[in-house]
């Protein structure tokens, strides 16, 4: 039987949960045995969801280090000799996925969108050249199959009452690493756009407007986001944007006020309940995607739109 090993990270545990749809997509129909890897104590979200999960109790394991995380990780490989290797791609899992991938000698696809098997072929989707292209990748030789996959791209939809056996794993070595923590400071608070409703998302068509997009946000009880165009002028922070090189995002309502649409940003929205594209050009690709098009000002339209809200009672939070 096949065994697929998914690390848990502390920081997204949940997303990392997620993992478990992008294994089923690699080993299909066939039998395999899912197994988290979770050098934490708070398990409960992968309980019931894998078949087992290893939790490493060495107290002395900074997980802040990625080369000790590295160590633990490859001795359960050499313990267990897993067919598939998923880490989350999250700011952690991107430190140790290619460490990893070198102490076992194996290749790695890093920041995996899509995944496709065609009978024995498994092809890898990623974006390359910054987000220009997406590149289809397939793996050869013996393996471990190894990728990290980003946030939000996949959702688990199966079973969440496996009894999962949970084995309590000490492991032999630990690496001294050379990182030592000298302190902590608190992150200011900003809103992730792959947990909203509702997005207000803004391009090339608000670059001078794009300010006022934060009060129909929170007329709407959302949240804004931004294409590429918009991020590379410095008008807004990488954290808030769409697309290929930057989040994938799931609300209710996605409103593309300005937006293009071009395949890197649309690669960007997954399970999108609704779409209103407001456009100046009504055969912009997002329009063709959209359910209620706006032909005009995108800028004009926002404006509008906040007064009318406003005149209305405030907030709308029904969509």
């Known amino acids: 039987m096949k065994r697929c090993l998914v690390y848990l990270d502390a920081a997204e545990i949940r997303d990392s949960v997620d993992l478990l749809e992008a294994a089923r997509r690699i080993h299909g129909e066939e039998a395999y045995e899912t197994v988290g890897a979770a050098l934490h104590r708070d398990i409960d979200p992968a309980m019931g969801a894998f078949d087992r999960v290893i939790q490493v109790t060495r107290p002395d394991i900074k997980l802040y280090d990625p080369a000790a995380v590295t160590g633990v990780m490859l001795e359960l490989q050499q313990a267990n000799g897993f067919d598939s290797i998923l880490?989350?791609?999250?700011?952690?899992?991107?430190?140790?996925?290619?460490?990893?991938?070198?102490?076992?000698?194996?290749?790695?696809?890093?920041?995996?969108?899509?995944?496709?098997?065609?009978?024995?072929?498994?092809?890898?989707?990623?974006?390359?050249?910054?987000?220009?292209?997406?590149?289809?990748?397939?793996?050869?030789?013996?393996?471990?199959?190894?990728?990290?996959?980003?946030?939000?791209?996949?959702?688990?939809?199966?079973?969440?009452?496996?009894?999962?056996?949970?084995?309590?794993?000490?492991?032999?070595?630990?690496?001294?690493?050379?990182?030592?923590?000298?302190?902590?400071?608190?992150?200011?608070?900003?809103?992730?756009?792959?947990?909203?409703?509702?997005?207000?998302?803004?391009?090339?068509?608000?670059?001078?407007n794009f300010h006022q997009l934060e009060r129909l946000a929170e007329k709407l009880g959302g949240h804004v986001s931004a294409s590429r165009k918009i991020v590379d002028s410095g008008i807004a922070p990488r954290s808030i944007q769409v697309g290929q090189s930057g989040k994938t995002v799931s609300p209710r309502l996605y409103m593309a006020l300005g937006i293009y649409?071009?395949?890197?940003?649309?690669?960007?929205?997954?399970?999108?309940?609704?779409?209103?594209?407001?456009?100046?050009?009504?055969?912009?690709?997002?329009?063709?995607?959209?359910?209620?098009?706006?032909?005009?000002?995108?800028?004009?339209?926002?404006?509008?739109?906040?007064?009318k809200i406003e005149a209305q009672g405030g907030h709308q939070n029904e969509h």
């Open 87 to 208: 880490v989350p791609a999250t700011p952690f899992g991107r430190m140790l996925a290619p460490r990893l991938a070198m102490g076992l000698g194996t290749g790695l696809v890093a920041d995996v969108t899509a995944i496709r098997k065609e009978g024995d072929a498994l092809e890898i989707i990623r974006p390359a050249f910054s987000g220009r292209l997406l590149a289809g990748i397939r793996f050869i030789g013996d393996g471990p199959i190894m990728m990290s996959i980003r946030q939000g791209v996949f959702q688990y939809g199966g079973s969440r009452d496996k009894k999962t056996l949970l084995d309590r794993y000490v492991p032999a070595h630990v690496r001294d690493g050379k990182i030592r923590r000298l302190a902590v400071k608190e992150k200011e608070q900003i809103y992730d756009i792959r947990k909203s409703d509702v997005l207000v998302s803004g391009g090339g068509g608000v670059k001078k």
């Open 261 to 307: 649409g071009a395949v890197q940003h649309v690669e960007g929205l997954k399970r999108v309940e609704h779409i209103i594209a407001v456009n100046v050009n009504k055969n912009a690709p997002i329009c063709s995607l959209a359910d209620i098009v706006v032909e005009g000002d995108a800028g004009t339209f926002v404006e509008k739109l906040a007064d």
